[in-house]
């Protein structure tokens, strides 16, 4: 089964709008952490923005937010004013257990390429 | 801020032969390294986990003697692609964990884009 789905290949969205890009997870263990990552065309993974299991309020990092839903094990990131750079694909991941465990890897959902038009 | 300088960039290469990838955190001591692979518009694939100074885990469907890893050291980890095909074509990148470096302990590459002609 997907532990990380994204079910939204493309996304578009005009500048200076807000966009949703919606993320699911699956998992049985109480401690863990959901990433974003934005990858331009270049290929580099930009870290957006975290969000531990236990956190009691949603992580905010300038434009971008992230909407946890805990009981739906919903992840979504929201990106308010949308600007032409934000143009890229989106990646949900997921690191099961607890923070100190080394030696556990992302795992990426599928993905979503965001398009900002003018 | 924590750093992983990954290269080549990009490389091409002929068919039949050997490349390396290498992976090295400059800031920080990575206790372990993950390789992914990703073909275009496509997830981030985890080829395999190595910890410095032992074996590297490989995922299922994972050839290790192809895609031989080496992790000799807390700053460096290199991946080989043996005998490379045109199938082996793809974007490599790796990933560096660390209990003290920034972005919540993953730090990733540059990435590689490997052609294999």
């Known amino acids: 089964a997907q532990k990380i789905t994204q079910t939204q290949p493309g996304m578009f969205v005009q500048e200076k709008e807000a966009v949703t890009l919606d993320c699911t997870y699956d998992t049985s263990d109480p401690s863990y952490g959901l990433f974003w990552y934005k990858q331009p065309s270049s290929g580099e993974m930009i870290f957006l923005i975290y969000q531990g299991s236990y956190d009691q309020q949603n992580a905010t990092e300038g434009r971008y937010s992230l909407n946890f839903q805990k009981a739906r094990k919903s992840a979504n990131l929201v990106i308010s004013a949308s600007q032409l750079g934000d143009s890229a694909m989106y990646f949900c991941?997921?690191?099961?257990?607890?923070?100190?465990?080394?030696?556990?890897?992302?795992?990426f959902g599928k993905g979503t390429t965001l398009s900002v038009s003018s | 801020g924590a750093v992983v300088s990954q290269h080549p960039s990009w490389v091409i290469c002929k068919s039949g032969t050997s490349v390396k990838i290498e992976c090295r955190s400059l800031?920080?001591?990575?206790?372990?390294m993950f390789w992914y692979r990703q073909f275009p518009k496509q997830s981030l694939m985890l080829m395999a986990t190595?910890?410095?100074?032992?074996?590297?885990?490989?995922e299922q469907g994972v050839e290790k003697d192809k895609f031989l890893i080496n992790h000799a050291s807390l700053t460096l980890s290199t991946l080989t692609v043996t005998s490379a095909h045109p199938e082996d074509s793809s974007f490599y990148i790796c990933s560096a964990r660390s209990r003290t470096g920034g972005n919540y302990g993953y730090t990733f590459g540059s990435g590689t884009r490997l052609t294999v002609v």
């Open positions: 991941a997921m690191r099961e257990g607890t923070p100190n465990q080394a030696g556990t890897a992302l795992i």
């Open positions: 190595s910890n410095e100074g032992s074996k590297a885990t490989y």
């Open positions: 800031d920080f001591q990575a206790t372990t």
